[in-house]
């Protein structure tokens, strides 16, 4: 019987980007949710508990505060999970480790992992989340547990105790193999995730939840990444909707906007 | 004097590194797959080139952690590519230092890498301050590759490592000829086309106007109507035209990420509220499948091609 751990963050929303009067981002109006492709992760772990038999475990580090005011959004992303298939969740949120760092959180899901006593056969994550986009937490864990990593998989397969996983690289798909226990991060094209159906999130809500503070875990390193600046991108797009009576005229006066914009030449 | 460790997977990656950092002080290049084919061409970089004899990422991982022990440089630098995150996460979280990536403006000064890199979907952008030593990751292009001054030397280079991630094949990806990258005009197409053959549209105005053809996700990742060299967006290709022409493209944000740095951006599609028109400069509410043939027509027209 093997275990499945999912990480799954609760990420800010890039599509609730709110500026300041100084052109910085007014984070505190941001709100969170799942990162989209830990969506996959979850959904693809749902997929592999029916070979390896065992329960799927998610980790949840909160790396955007203050904890008072993002709690509602945190649960919303675990349970999120939970209805989609997840067992048991575990979540640290604490303010002195906010805000986050790659760093901290790789050694938290890692204290988590060892005082919760989880040997998962498979530590799943999303290929990057989509506020931070780096791409690293799941390569720390690995190299932490010293497990076998396997990144950017968009399929996989179980067998025989080993994992088959094709890579999506920039130039080639690289088909590999490994022995589990493994640390694999996933791809969006790995599975099409289905919505909760409303049956699922009532039984979520019913599902064990821990949540813990940074004093619980062990090896928690500190965070080394210091934000100066996070300023909205000011794209002023003309927004120039072309009216005409007819097709032809839109038409052309499409070609003499662009023509005056210089990027095309008759 | 700041020693700097360059992981390259090609050649031109490692010039655009060296051009960020190679200024500082020492700077050797650890050259996997392609770069290692052309490692004495990034020798002449003036740098120690350390050309490994494998690219399979668990031996790039043992080379990289050989070299950072022997060396301890304070930045291991490189561009971002898909293998260079999956070895050097392993080296961050095996030491616990910063990584980024994507990065670009680099400054180096008192103890610490200060860079940008595109944040929240490409929506914003960070400034932030990471104490050395620490892995940045250059985003592609950011960089005119540095002057090759020539003096470098090459080291053979293999480790000893039976990898537990082992490669069974490699299939290299079909390409449509495309290089988006470098594109001056980008006709591209979404979900609006309702077959693969209707495309042949979007393909005549491309080649009126010399653009290349760009897509959507869908297109490329789930109908598979073109080549995923094709896909623009947050998972695909980030392109910067002075011309994006977007057709049947609804305007989800990973698409807009993948276009902002576009001079002007046309968005023609028959739904007014589609977020597309937000991001556009010019906007056409109109079928498409009405709209293309009259802007051929009337681009044929004004070009004496009719």
């Not at chain 1, 941001?30 to 508990?49: P, Q, T």
């Not at chain 2, 495309?199 to 297109?219: D, H, T």
Request: charged share 30%; net charge neutral.
């Amino acid at each position: 019987m093997g275990d499945i751990v999912v990480l799954v963050k609760a990420a800010l929303n890039p599509e609730t980007i709110r500026s300041k009067p100084d052109g910085t981002v007014d984070i505190d109006a941001m709100s969170l949710k799942i990162s989209d492709i830990d969506r996959n992760a979850v959904e693809e772990a749902n997929r592999l508990r029916g070979i390896l038999g065992g329960k799927i475990y998610s980790i949840t580090v909160l790396t955007w505060g203050p904890v008072a005011k993002r709690t509602k959004d945190l649960n919303m992303a675990v349970q999120e999970a939970l209805a989609k298939g997840v067992d048991e969740a575990f979540i640290l949120a604490d303010d002195s480790i906010i805000p986050g760092d790659p760093i901290t959180t790789a050694s938290a899901i890692v204290g988590i992992m060892k005082k919760e006593g989880l040997n998962p056969d498979l530590i799943l994550a999303g290929e990057a989340t989509i506020d931070g986009f780096t791409s690293q937490v799941a390569g720390r864990v690995a190299a932490k547990l010293g497990l076998p990593y396997i990144s950017f998989a968009r399929k996989i397969e179980l067998k025989d105790g080993k994992i088959v996983a094709e890579r999506d690289l920039e130039d080639y798909v690289e088909k590999v193999e490994a022995p589990l226990p493994a640390v694999v991060t996933v791809t969006r094209e790995i599975n099409q995730p289905r919505p909760p159906t409303l049956l699922q999130i009532r039984r979520a809500s019913r599902k064990p939840q821990k949540k813990l503070t940074a004093s619980e875990i062990e090896g928690i390193v500190p965070p080394k990444r210091v934000f100066e600046d996070l300023r909205v991108i000011a794209v002023k797009r003309k927004q120039i909707i072309i009216e005409g009576e007819t097709l032809e005229e839109i038409a052309d006066k499409l070609i003499d906007y662009l023509v005056k914009e210089g990027v095309i030449q008759l | 004097m700041v020693k700097v460790l360059v992981v390259a997977h090609d050649e031109r990656s490692a010039g655009e590194a060296l051009s960020a950092f190679g200024s500082l002080g020492e700077a050797y290049v650890l050259a996997y797959g392609a770069a290692a084919a052309n490692a004495a061409g990034i020798a002449e970089y003036g740098v120690k080139v350390y050309k490994l004899d494998s690219d399979v990422t668990d031996v790039v991982f043992e080379a990289v952690k050989k070299l950072y022990e022997e060396l301890k440089p304070s930045i291991v630098a490189g561009v971002s590519s898909k293998n260079n995150k999956d070895v050097l996460s392993r080296l961050a979280g095996l030491y616990d230092i910063p990584m980024t990536t994507d990065a670009y403006d680099v400054e180096v000064g008192d103890g610490f890498v200060r860079y940008k890199r595109g944040a929240l979907s490409a929506r914003a952008v960070a400034t932030e301050k990471v104490p050395m030593p620490a892995i940045v990751l250059l985003a592609p292009r950011k960089y005119q590759p540095a002057e090759k001054k020539g003096g470098g030397s090459v080291e053979e280079l293999h480790v000893d490592v039976e990898p537990k991630v082992k490669v069974i094949e490699r299939q290299e990806k079909v390409r449509g000829g495309v290089n988006l990258e470098e594109a001056e005009i980008i006709v591209s197409v979404g979900r609006g086309f309702k077959k693969k053959e209707d495309l042949k549209l979007a393909f005549e105005l491309a080649e009126l106007l010399g653009a290349q053809i760009g897509c959507s996700r869908p297109i490329a990742a789930d109908l598979k109507w073109l080549s995923e060299d094709h896909w623009v967006g947050l998972s695909g290709k980030k392109v910067a035209p002075k011309l994006y022409i977007a057709i049947g493209i609804s305007g989800a944000p990973q698409h807009i990420a993948g276009i902002t740095d576009s001079k002007i951006i046309v968005a023609i599609n028959k739904d007014k509220s589609a977020q597309i028109f937000k991001h556009a400069d010019y906007g056409v509410v109109a079928d498409l499948y009405q709209f293309l043939p009259v802007l051929i027509k009337k681009l044929k027209e004004r070009m004496g091609k009719a």
